[in-house]
């Protein structure tokens, strides 16, 4: 059975510091995401990886994925405010199965 | 492309009733959609797997004669609650799956209140 691990499930950070989410999984599978949500609305897809090794980077955040250790990181460069939501990393193997979310919340 | 629509956005409903929620791809042809739960500050769970054409297969612990489902075209998913409860009350959400890419896309969801 797949399961997905996300931690830490609750981040407290100040704006202008860098921090890393862990996502670990634990059958392989051929994608993993990373998603946004916010209070009250959908999913927004962030990244898709595909490949060990494989990285992404748009604006603050960076995903990366390790396919041997089962490990994703997704990481935030100069935390800002805009930046407080929920993140979910969530794997693939025939159907999507997400982890518990890490909420994010950058203070001012 | 690859947009995922619900409805309804939201509803509310008495205790007892059934409430239809509606999931379409609206450009692009699904032959499997994903039905998704999420409770106030938890995960995604996935409920329900639905192919056009056949009966749904549901994850362990879901009960199918509560939550009905039925994908009678490539565009279009359905989930019945029957008898809703409160405790029914959720976000659901769906994905529907392209047929090309593989890739599943997600809707922007619906929030069932029971009283």
């Known amino acids: 059975e797949l399961k997905v691990e996300q931690n830490p499930l609750f981040l407290s950070m100040q704006e202008g510091k860098n921090y890393t989410i862990y996502c670990n999984y634990s059958t392989t599978s051929d994608r993993l995401y990373w998603y946004r949500q916010d209070p009250g609305k959908s999913l927004e897809s962030l990244f898709v990886?595909?490949?060990?090794?494989a990285v992404k980077q748009e604006g603050r955040l960076m995903a990366s994925l390790d396919t041997k250790a089962r490990l994703s990181t997704l990481h935030i460069t100069a935390a800002v405010h805009d930046l407080s939501a929920t993140y979910f990393c969530?794997?693939?193997?025939?159907?999507?199965?997400f982890g518990k979310g890490t909420r994010l919340h950058i203070l001012p | 492309g690859a947009v995922v629509s619900q409805h309804p956005s939201r509803v509310i409903c008495k205790s007892g009733t059934s409430v239809k929620i509606e999931c379409r791809s609206l450009?692009?042809?699904?032959?499997?959609m994903f039905w998704y739960r999420q409770f106030p500050k938890q995960s995604l769970m996935l409920m329900a797997t639905?192919?056009?054409?056949?009966?749904?297969?549901?994850e362990q612990g879901v009960e199918k004669d509560k939550f009905l489902i039925n994908h009678a075209s490539l565009t279009l998913s359905t989930l019945t609650v029957t008898s809703a409860h409160p405790e029914d009350s959720s976000f659901y959400i769906c994905?529907?799956?392209?047929?090309?890419?593989?890739?599943?896309?997600f809707g922007p969801g619906t929030r069932l209140t029971v009283t």
């Open positions: 990886l595909l490949s060990n090794g």
């Open positions: 969530a794997v693939r193997k025939d159907k999507i199965i």
């Open positions: 639905s192919n056009e054409g056949s009966k749904a297969t549901y």
């Open positions: 450009d692009f042809q699904a032959t499997t």
């Open positions: 994905s529907a799956r392209t047929l090309s890419s593989y890739e599943q896309y």
